[in-house]
């Protein structure tokens, strides 16, 4: 909380969406995932593409990343599919900027099942300039770490939804 009072040596940052799909490529190859790709565009359907932020075109299973996050984050918004959902039903948007700057989006009410949404509000970290504050705050290395478990856990569960479909 620290981080948001005026004048305070805390910083709050969040992974990049780079470094999360290099760590989840990187999981997802060590769980044997082939063909992985990063910003990979899937066709959802015959009119809706979507850039994922991972994908396995082998297995066809892939990560989205949701850079949306409130003001503090939360611990329970790890449990909710994606926070645009919450604020709107949709499970996911993207923007689309054609080159005449007339934006459209491209709206999912559900996605499907070998998708995954990975939430920056999940992976967060913060750092000070007092290094006696900085030992007590949320590491990166911690947060990364946290990311890689996650993929883990979620990764074989898309595997097995996906073979039922």
């Known amino acids: 909380m620290g981080a948001h009072y005026q004048n305070s040596n805390i910083s709050t940052h969040f992974l990049e969406t780079f470094e999360v799909a290099n760590i989840v490529s990187e999981e997802m ?11 990979r ?3 959802v359907n015959d009119s809706v593409y979507i850039n994922t ?10 990560f989205l990343y949701e ?17 645009y959902k919450e604020d709107t039903g949709n499970s996911y ?24 949404i990975l939430k920056a509000e999940n992976y967060w970290y913060q750092t ?10 949320v590491s990166k290395d911690f947060i990364v770490e946290l990311l890689r ?6 990764a074989p569960i898309l595997v097995h939804n996906s073979k039922r479909r």
């Open 93 to 116: 948007a993207e923007k689309i900027i054609p080159i005449d700057g007339k934006a459209t989006f491209i709206i999912l009410k559900e996605l499907p099942k070998n998708l995954h």
């Open 41 to 43: 565009i899937v066709k």
């Open 67 to 83: 850079t949306k996050w409130g003001m503090v984050p939360q611990q329970k918004n790890r449990y909710v599919e994606s926070l």
């Open 53 to 62: 932020l991972c994908y396995s075109e082998k297995s066809n299973i892939g």
């Open 149 to 154: 478990q996650d993929i883990r856990r979620i």
């Open 29 to 39: 190859q060590k769980l044997g995932y082939e063909w992985v790709f990063n910003n």
């Open 128 to 137: 000070s300039t007092d290094q006696t504050i900085d030992d007590t705050l």
